[in-house]
């Protein structure tokens, strides 16, 4: 647990460092899943790599956040205690931009998603 | 002051209390939503954002004191989007060979997201701080918060809109692709990543691992997609 969590921390804090001196806007999170992404490729390769690092203990680590993530959106959510006047006085203009726009992302990105990939069938999916 | 009213003074200005009733609340809410066998309406973080925000109301606690405790869960969203790498690479094969609809789908959803949001707020002239703070909704709240205040918006309520995008979008989703009869579990789980970030990902995996990883896969792209095209449509606004 103390290893997987030292790793995942690690790779985020590495991406903060990157984002923070390229002024690239990436997010912090997102360049950290990259190189844990790469990590877990190289892991395969690299049997020098202390035990510690070859372990399943990070994968557990990562299984476990990953699990729980809709918990970690509850203390961001409950602010809405402190913004209901600006929500309440734009209610329905809010309420369109929620339901609306959810609805026609999830659309959209679907439909895409499937048109595109009847154009490109994936190559070696009949082998399997 | 009476011993009682003490005892609350004391535990109320600490981080143990909020952070137990959060733990508390969830796993109920969770427990809840797994004996009606995963009912999209039955969604463990809407119910426990109501529920701690009554219980805010009802006591007369500042917002700002219940997060200080409940900051230590919030701070975990980062080090979850990272971890996100195990399920792409476990499924690292079956998402190469869908890489060209991934990446088409994300730049026509990251756009339709970011449009659509520009184009509501004009229909309903909504003030601009609020269409500012909204432009990132799709993405997952670390990254959104970060992107609203970068270009002028407010993190708290951009935080907030994220949220309840991502609670509607994990309850609408199963119908809405049943009604549009989308089966491929690619398409359906890239849907709901993209457009309802960590809260989507987390239902996907409900539903079935395959969905939950492309889900993953479309939340993390779409924070990078975010990142880059909220300033511009940004920019685009304040012209």
Same mark, same amino acid.
């Given at each position: ?6 790793? =995942? #921390? #690690? ?8 984002? %923070? ?22 892991? $395969? ?13 990070? $994968? ?13 959106? =509850? ?23 929620? #339901?609306?726009?959810? +609805? ?21 999916? &009949?082998?399997? | ?20 009733? /959060?733990?508390?609340? %969830? &796993?109920?809410?969770?427990?809840? &939503? ?10 463990? =973080? ?14 007369? /606690?500042? %917002?700002? /004191? %219940? ?8 701070f975990l969203l980062g080090p979850s989007t990272v971890a996100l790498a195990l399920p792409l690479y476990e499924n690292r094969r079956v998402v190469m060979r869908s890489l060209v609809p991934i990446v088409?789908? #994300? ?9 659509? =949001? ?35 918006? $407010? ?14 979008? +994990? ?12 089966? $491929? ?44 095209l909220v300033p511009l449509a940004a920019s685009f606004i304040g012209s």
């Amino acid at each position: 647990m103390i290893v997987g969590l030292a790793v =995942v #921390l #690690l790779c985020q804090l590495i991406g903060e460092i990157f984002a %923070y001196t390229t002024h690239l806007p990436v997010p912090a999170p997102v360049v950290g899943l990259v190189l844990l992404f790469g990590f877990f490729l190289l892991r $395969d390769r690299w049997e020098w790599l202390p035990f510690s690092l070859r372990s399943e203990e990070i $994968d557990k680590t990562c299984e476990t956040l990953v699990q729980q993530m809709a918990l970690l959106f =509850v203390p961001a959510g409950v602010g809405i205690v402190q913004r209901l006047g600006i929500l309440e006085a734009n209610i329905f203009g809010v309420l369109a931009i929620m #339901l609306v726009t959810t +609805a026609i992302s999830i659309t959209v990105t679907a439909f895409t998603f499937r048109f595109v990939s009847r154009w490109f069938p994936a190559p070696t999916e &009949s082998q399997e | 002051m009476t011993p009682a009213e003490g005892l609350w003074a004391h535990l109320s200005g600490g981080a143990l209390l909020w952070l137990t009733l /959060t733990l508390v609340v %969830y &796993s109920i809410a969770d427990r809840l &939503s797994l004996l009606v066998q995963r009912n999209p309406l039955a969604n463990p =973080v809407l119910h426990s954002v109501w529920v701690i925000g009554v219980i805010l109301v009802a006591s007369g /606690t500042p %917002y700002q /004191t %219940y997060f200080n405790g409940a900051y230590f869960i919030h701070f975990l969203l980062g080090p979850s989007t990272v971890a996100l790498a195990l399920p792409l690479y476990e499924n690292r094969r079956v998402v190469m060979r869908s890489l060209v609809p991934i990446v088409v789908a #994300l730049v026509v959803g990251s756009v339709t997201t970011i449009g659509s =949001v520009i184009a509501c707020a004009a229909i309903f002239n909504l003030p601009a701080v609020i269409t500012i703070s909204s432009l990132p909704k799709s993405a997952t709240s670390g990254v959104a918060m970060g992107i609203s205040q970068s270009v002028g918006g $407010d993190a708290s309520l951009t935080a907030i809109i994220v949220v309840a995008t991502g609670i509607v979008g +994990a309850v609408m989703a199963t119908p809405l692709l049943n009604l549009l009869r989308i089966q $491929d579990r690619r398409a359906r789980g890239f849907a709901v990543g993209l457009a309802a970030h960590g809260v989507g990902t987390a239902r996907a995996f409900q539903v079935h691992p395959l969905t939950g990883t492309f889900a993953g896969v479309a939340m993390s792209l779409n924070g990078l997609m975010t990142a880059v095209l909220v300033p511009l449509a940004a920019s685009f606004i304040g012209s």
